[in-house]
């Protein structure tokens, strides 16, 4: 059985610049979630998605954007970066809906100077 | 407002030592609660998910009580070791409208050898 994967691993990018991070979920997972960690909080839901569809959005503005597949993998996309979209970014899959257990893939590092 | 606090940030113990982590959530109205460890610059390992309707559960070492009338979840860790050093998060998913899973700033652990 496959873990949850995320790519890149790291990415720095410059303010006013758009980001792509990627996420395959779970094998058998059909709901995927993202969030935001900074630096020494816990993290911050964006959004999830089921069965390709949005299904729940955190207090994020609609710069942040994101897609499901039919494969159950998914990206989030953030458009014109600001300096505080620096973050550790975290996908989490799940089966059946989000009330199960979620499980988490290692993250993106995003920096944004 | 749907909370989970954690104190203290982190705490030192040595190694050996029976240990309890508190976490505190703000509404009784929950579907579970799952506490994560995260080592430094990495994603969230899922230790245990305790549904609504269970008191406890047990993983090895580690067990976790659930008391949602008061609002409170303890992790005990049993004869810790060093290894066991790593920041430990408490998660509430919450029941209703736009229901999504929230966490607390985490407690950092130093397992002193």
């Known amino acids: 059985e496959t873990g949850v994967t995320q790519s890149p691993t790291h990415l720095i990018k410059t303010r006013g610049q758009q980001v792509t991070l990627r996420c395959s979920s779970q094998s058998g997972h059909n709901t995927v979630s993202w969030y935001q960690q900074a630096l020494g909080q816990g993290p911050q839901f964006i959004f999830q998605?089921?069965?390709?569809?949005?299904?729940g959005r955190g207090n994020f503005p609609p710069r942040f954007s994101g897609l499901q597949f039919p494969n159950y993998s998914s990206e989030l996309n953030v458009n014109a970066l600001e300096l505080d979209d620096s973050a550790l970014y975290l996908c989490a899959s799940s089966l059946q809906g989000i009330h199960h257990e979620q499980y988490f893939g290692p993250g993106t590092r995003l920096t944004v100077t | 407002k749907q909370e989970v606090t954690q104190i203290p940030a982190a705490l030192s113990v040595p190694e050996g030592e029976n240990l309890v982590l508190n976490c505190s959530f703000t509404d009784s109205a929950i579907y579970n609660l799952q506490w994560f460890r995260q080592d430094p610059g990495k994603g969230l390992t899922s230790l245990l998910l305790i549904q609504s309707s269970q008191r406890e559960q047990t993983s090895g070492r580690l067990n976790a009580s659930l008391d949602k009338s008061s609002g409170r979840s303890t992790l005990y860790i049993a004869a810790s070791q060093p290894g066991d050093s790593a920041t430990y998060l408490c998660a509430v998913f919450y029941t209703g409208a736009n229901s999504k899973l929230t966490f607390g700033k985490g407690i950092t652990l130093s397992v002193r050898p």
């Open positions: 998605y089921y069965r390709e569809e949005e299904n």
